[in-house]
């Protein structure tokens, strides 16, 4: 059975990977994340895992590349300087279907920034930081029990997928101490990759069976694996045809675009008869829940909706629980503006506005109200 433990966030993200299956991790220490790898140097080598100090973050996503390939499930943990070393490296996991998990554990920026303060400027980071046409999934926890729940499910979307995933938390989330119920992987789903299972010599490393994902072997398996960062075939081998580029680059796409509804994942609070519902993610969507509950002491009908999903954006979700009298939304977040831009790409017809704050510190409840005033009048 599992144990209730009082964590950090950052300790309960490596509780979950731990719980999910994972046995590797290679990181390099940056504030506000070290507590990760701290916490995966003393949780992995009792289960049988390894953890690997790296001399840098492109190294430490190669090296949780290679793990994954090796068959062990794999992470890592950084910020958002840290975040941008590894995009070369996170683009060659898209491409070769890598199964891994990236905890970003977001600061000010940008470039070295507010090394040791609040905010959440990684949201485009993490959708679009690595380059060429692609798609990635992105979980944002909200407590420290989800840094922990929130991480077994990247696993196993990662898993499911066979993709990167990243779970984007902040500086606060990462440091806040909350009781957590630590399961057992007993009590969990835990989603394991799919392995091949014909002959050997029919095998084709980036062949999708029918859901659109190939089944993936590991090296030194009786199957031989290919893994190819270029442009390339179902056999592994470089394929630079015009008809494989737009078939492959569709799949890789589809694969997690298409099923938006299993990934996507939302939390609603007093949205049944909300005229104005505040959007938001991380420590921001605790604020923004206080200030719902202040709003309506006031007779202000608001409501708030939290996204567990961060990418890809979680639109039919949110579309579901907006009802017909839903006049405007207000996107919370500690950055000059970043996914409010999704959030008026896909809801034109309605009035978006934006609440946002870059100064280091936590957006509060009470400033969310007073922007909440001003936009309901």
């Not at 999934?137 to 990167?164: G, H, M, W």
């Not at 199957?223 to 008809?243: A, K, T, V, W, Y």
């Amino acid at each position: 059975m599992g144990k209730i433990k009082f964590l950090q966030g950052n300790y309960a993200c490596c509780e979950g990977a731990v719980a999910a299956g994972a046995r590797f991790y290679a990181g390099y220490p940056i504030t506000p994340s070290s507590e990760v790898a701290q916490a995966a140097s003393e949780m992995l080598p009792p289960v049988g895992g390894y953890y690997v100090q790296m001399e840098d973050e492109i190294a430490s996503m190669a090296a949780i590349v290679g793990a994954s390939l090796s068959g062990l499930k794999s992470f890592t943990a950084t910020s958002g300087p840290g975040l941008s070393l590894m995009q070369e490296n996170l683009g060659m996991a898209i491409m070769g279907e890598v199964p891994c998990v990236i905890i970003d554990v977001a600061r000010g920026g940008p470039s070295t920034g507010l090394a040791t303060k609040q905010a959440q400027g990684d949201v485009m980071n993490c959708r679009w930081g690595t380059h060429g046409d692609h798609t990635i999934i992105v979980v944002t926890p909200s407590s420290v029990q989800e840094c922990f729940d929130l991480t077994v499910r990247a696993f196993n979307l990662s898993e499911k997928y066979r993709t990167p995933v990243i779970v984007l938390t902040d500086k606060t989330i990462g440091h806040l101490r909350e009781k957590v119920d630590v399961k057992d992987p007993s009590e969990l789903e835990i989603v394991d990759r799919k392995k091949p299972t014909g002959p050997p010599e029919d095998y084709k490393p980036y062949r999708p069976d029918a859901d659109g994902i190939p089944p993936l072997a590991a090296y030194g398996d009786r199957h031989l694996l290919r893994i190819n960062s270029s442009m390339h075939g179902e056999e592994g081998f470089i394929n630079q045809s015009p008809q494989n580029a737009t078939a492959l680059n569709t799949r890789l796409y589809d694969k997690i675009e298409n099923n938006i509804m299993d990934i996507g994942q939302i939390k609603t609070f007093q949205t049944e008869d909300a005229e104005t519902v505040i959007i938001s993610f991380g420590i921001s969507a605790r604020s923004a829940a206080r200030a719902v509950t202040l709003a309506r002491q006031e007779g202000i009908k608001a409501g708030a909706i939290q996204l567990q999903t961060l990418w890809p954006f979680p639109a039919p979700h949110i579309k579901e629980v907006l009802g017909p009298q839903v006049r405007r939304l207000l996107v919370a977040e500690m950055n000059m503006g970043q996914l409010i831009l999704e959030v008026e790409r896909v809801f034109k017809g309605l009035d978006v506005y934006g609440v946002n704050k870059w100064s280091g510190e936590d957006l509060l409840p009470r400033e969310i109200l007073v922007r909440l005033k001003e936009v309901s009048k």
